[in-house]
């Protein structure tokens, strides 16, 4: 049977990971532990993609060789993920600069090349020195023929190129964004990109405009640029060509990417995959940026928000559940501390930490603490409809639902009074429901806060409820004012 498959875009290894990354890692996470709790068999890829002119250029300055240059930068990564909580027995990691990948990359290449889709041909076009990029027609004259960067004039410049005839597949890309993008407003979007048909595009360089990536096969003179090394991650990864387990995986289920790549995996990723005759993937997933403040992050402007400052901070469920709550899943989406702690103390803090403790104190006090004879939980069939639709703020929005629900259960029947008053046959129902739906809920975190749904499963998982409880998420006030006591 075919296994599970969810793809991360493979960030560019120029620089420590940041937010986006973070967000792919997060959704993917999400996706994998959602298949895996289905009893479905799953691999999640990730990667980073480490040649070309920028990783060189960062690391001659830097008096580092490339490989010395993404080597030291590969721990970051890792150490993303890890905080993260990524579910590591689930995940494989490639890099660009695999020795592996690239004998896999170098056959695409070939069988790409056999299947008459490769071609020479000279680039001629406006270009800036400095940016080491062909800027188009119709931008060179926008910005009247002066690099705005870099304040020189372009240059005419031609260059033999080789290029992949992406053209040549236009219906079927159509086809497919029609099909297996998500959401579709994005699809219609990449649509409107190839109204008039898709473009060939260029897939190499001369070596000495682009020293640093995998050569092309039987040409010394070129090196491949970008498209062919860096998509073919999603196939060298489970060990396409030659290793037969790639057929276990593909296609994809979903690939995931931000909105500023969908384009290429839109486009010029399914013309990769209708060349080596492969199938395409299923669902394209694509997600929005991160603000803050209603303002683009960006270094200048000092307004960088560092994933693992708020772990270290809050603890990674609390990241988690922001993240994936509080940023619409296919839309930019906003941060502030303000907005982050008023979701930590008034939802995972009161909301969800409060169920839990005050249920599980109650069924200490009114059951002995004695579970055995309560039946097992529900699923939560509304929430699966939504993570299986990729909709995963609704999802959790739907998942607090219950929360609130079970909260103002235990308001409305008042246990306490129930005990108060001697109506033990009523008492133990609401207890029975209240344990009832705080396991289904557990169940329904999984995916989003693993590490907390493990602390609900200690508690009420068993038998009987153990002799101390821990608190959830305790308040914190460390970027807002702590709201006076009365
Ligand atoms: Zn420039």
Redesign the pocket.
Do not use: A, T
């Given at each position: 049977m075919k296994k599970f498959y969810i793809t991360t875009a493979i960030p560019y290894a120029n620089a420590k990971p940041h937010i986006g990354t973070a967000m792919d890692y997060l959704y993917a996470d999400i996706l994998l532990r959602y298949q895996i709790a289905q009893g479905n068999d799953a691999l999640l890829s990730v990667g980073t993609d480490e040649h070309g002119t920028k990783v060189a250029e960062k690391a001659a300055a830097n008096g580092q060789s490339p490989q010395e240059f993404v080597d030291e930068l590969q721990p970051h990564f890792e150490m993303m993920r890890q905080k993260l909580d990524l579910d590591f027995p689930h995940i494989r990691n490639v890099r660009t600069t695999d020795e592996q990948h690239a004998r896999r990359v170098e056959e695409i290449w070939r069988r790409l090349d056999q299947a008459g889709l490769i071609y020479k041909d000279t680039y001629e076009g406006w270009y800036?020195v400095?940016?080491e990029s062909f800027i188009p027609e119709n931008e060179a004259r926008a910005m009247n023929f002066i690099?705005n960067?870099?304040q020189?004039p372009l240059e005419k410049l031609s260059e033999d190129n080789y290029y992949l005839a992406v053209s040549k597949y236009t219906a079927k890309i159509r086809e497919f964004i029609k099909t297996a993008v998500k959401p579709e407003f994005r699809g219609r979007e990449l649509l409107d990109l190839i109204k008039d048909g898709a473009k060939d595009v260029s897939i190499s360089r001369p070596v000495d405009k682009l020293e640093w990536g995998i050569p092309v096969p039987g040409d010394e003179s070129q090196v491949m640029y970008v498209w062919i090394d860096a998509l073919s991650n999603y196939l060298t990864v489970i060990g396409y060509p030659e290793n037969d387990e790639y057929r276990d995986f593909w296609p994809a289920d979903i690939e995931i990417v931000g909105k500023d790549i969908a384009r290429f995996h839109a486009i010029i990723w399914p013309a990769m995959l209708l060349g080596l005759g492969l199938e395409l993937p299923r669902q394209l997933m694509i997600h929005g940026f991160i603000n803050v403040g209603g303002a683009k992050m960006s270094k200048s402007l000092g307004n960088v928000v560092s994933p693992l400052e708020i772990i270290d901070e809050y603890g990674v469920d609390a990241f988690r559940y922001y993240f994936a709550r509080h940023i619409p899943t296919f839309e930019d989406g906003d941060f502030t501390w303000e907005k982050f702690e008023a979701a930590y103390n008034g939802e995972l803090a009161n909301d969800l930490g409060n169920l839990v403790s005050r249920v599980a104190n109650m069924a200490k006090k009114y059951m002995a603490g004695d579970l055995s004879s309560i039946a097992d939980a529900n699923s939560m069939s509304t929430t699966s409809a939504y993570l299986d639709n990729l909709q995963l703020a609704t999802a959790i929005d739907d998942v607090w639902l219950q929360i609130q629900r079970a909260n103002k259960f235990v308001d409305d029947q008042k246990p306490w009074q129930l005990a108060k008053t001697g109506e033990s046959d009523q008492l133990a129902a609401t207890m029975s429901k209240l344990v009832s739906d705080i396991r289904m809920i557990a169940r329904g975190l999984l995916p989003f806060l693993p590490e907390t749904s493990a602390k609900i499963d200690e508690i009420f998982g068993s038998d009987t409820v153990p002799d101390t409880i821990p608190i959830l998420f305790p308040k914190k006030y460390l970027h807002t004012e702590e709201p006076s006591r009365k």
């Open positions: 800036c400095g940016c690099c960067d870099h020189k």
